[in-house]
């Protein structure tokens, strides 16, 4: 969820900060009793943020396929197999994933006396854990201990896919590349994403990760030695799987395709965006500093919102009579406390394990 390099894109920060806030949103209208009170206090915003908070997660997997793009387009045609790649996108993720994991068997096994099994679960077994450390928890049908740990797994899928898709066809500099790039892609658009029964692979999400792809090389190519093909063809491809996108929202309609291709025509329109907040120099640093800790606000939230109501409901609060200032207080309590654990989870765990990584290449 974070970039491949230190170079940082103000439009794929403030894309991020303002989705991850979204997902937090999204889960807290959603679980344990504080949810309830929430809604009683303001039910339509509840309701808005319950039916189309996780929406927001296609703005990841948009951006995610452009960062992806751009890291493996100059690297993958010197390569002999995409293992490299694909060991080196595991390992990032899986860090900090195993950490949060720990951190939210820590805090279930702390609530249960005071929240139901259905939200703080028994602790779980051996293969329950070692299916989310291989990160094939949802395709093997394995109840999930983090309300984020899907999207981890699915983010390396979908990287892993892209991989194997680049190395196939020579590398993302070539026109064999994007063209099959966009064949899945719309392939996903039309077909694989309107069965739900496939929502545990990758191809079932591919449209928005490869439209963030497309949109890279659409921007991108002709400008840098690390993407030579023609812009007009790598646009055309662009254009194409947007129109298909249209062809695809007539057949069925769904707001979260729609909202990957905003983001990959932001993308594309707008590409770093720095001259937007050029003369804000504070906020464009707040904005960074959100989009830069989003992966840890999306492992970490969590385990606080099972914290947070724990103590709500020790605290003897009935979620029915509960006055709206005092939900609301509590929830923006829980949302403050979840980007104030995710500081320090990047400060702590993310970011030195990133560092470690690139210690142990340079040997």
Same mark, same amino acid.
């Given at each position: 969820m974070n970039d491949l390099s230190v170079t940082r894109y103000p439009l794929i920060d403030a894309?991020?900060?303002?989705?991850?806030?979204? +997902?937090?949103?999204?889960?807290?209208? @959603?679980?344990?009793?504080? @949810?309830?009170?929430?809604?009683?206090?303001?039910?339509?915003?509840?309701?808005?943020?319950?039916?189309?908070?996780? +929406?927001?997660?296609?703005?990841?997997?948009?951006?995610?396929?452009?960062?992806?793009?751009?890291?493996?387009? @100059?690297?993958?045609?010197?390569?002999?197999?995409?293992?490299?790649? +694909?060991?080196?996108?595991?390992?990032?993720?899986?860090?900090?994933?195993?950490?949060?994991?720990?951190?939210?068997?820590?805090?279930?096994?702390?609530?249960?006396?005071?929240?139901?099994?259905?939200?703080?679960?028994?602790s779980p077994g051996w293969g329950q854990w070692l299916a989310h450390v291989a990160m094939l928890q949802s395709i093997l049908k394995i109840e999930s201990l983090s309300a984020g740990a899907w999207y981890v797994a699915m983010d390396f899928q979908l990287f892993t896919l892209l991989t194997l898709l680049l190395?196939?066809?020579?590398?993302?500099?070539?026109?064999?590349?994007?063209?099959?790039?966009?064949?899945?892609?719309?392939?996903?658009?039309?077909?694989?994403?309107?069965?739900?029964?496939?929502?545990?692979?990758?191809?079932?999400?591919?449209?928005?990760?490869?439209?963030?792809?497309?949109?890279?090389?659409?921007?991108? @190519?002709?400008?840098?030695?690390?993407?030579?093909v023609a812009p007009i063809y790598a646009r055309a491809m662009f254009v194409l799987v947007v129109v298909c996108g249209l062809v695809a929202l007539a057949i069925d309609f769904r707001e979260r395709i729609a909202l990957a291709m905003g983001v990959a025509l932001a993308l594309v329109i707008w590409g770093t965006a720095s001259h937007l907040l050029a003369n804000?120099?504070?906020?464009?640093?707040?904005?960074?500093s959100l989009g830069l800790h989003s992966y840890a606000l999306f492992l970490m939230h969590f385990p606080v919102l099972l914290l947070t109501n724990a103590a709500f409901t020790r605290a003897g609060f009935i979620p029915e009579t509960i006055s709206p200032a005092t939900a609301l207080g509590w929830g923006i309590a829980g949302w403050a406390a979840s980007i104030w654990a995710a500081n320090l989870f990047y400060r702590w765990i993310e970011s030195p394990a990133a560092a470690w990584r690139g210690v142990l290449r340079r040997r």
């Open positions: 894309l991020k900060a303002v989705a991850a806030q979204l +997902i937090v949103f999204h889960h807290f209208s @959603s679980y344990g009793p504080l @949810s309830k009170a929430l809604h009683t206090a303001l039910p339509r915003l509840m309701g808005v943020f319950y039916d189309h908070g996780l +929406i927001a997660v296609q703005v990841f997997f948009v951006v995610g396929g452009y960062l992806a793009a751009r890291g493996l387009t @100059s690297a993958i045609a010197g390569w002999r197999t995409p293992n490299v790649a +694909i060991f080196k996108r595991y390992s990032r993720l899986l860090v900090p994933y195993v950490f949060a994991l720990a951190v939210v068997m820590c805090c279930t096994a702390w609530v249960q006396p005071w929240l139901s099994p259905d939200l703080a679960a028994p190395w196939l066809f020579g590398g993302g500099h070539t026109r064999r590349a994007q063209t099959g790039v966009a064949l899945l892609c719309m392939a996903s658009l039309l077909f694989f994403n309107r069965q739900t029964e496939l929502d545990a692979w990758a191809v079932y999400f591919f449209g928005a990760y490869g439209l963030g792809a497309l949109a890279w090389w659409a921007r991108r @190519s002709g400008q840098t030695t690390a993407a030579p804000h120099l504070k906020i464009q640093n707040k904005i960074q």
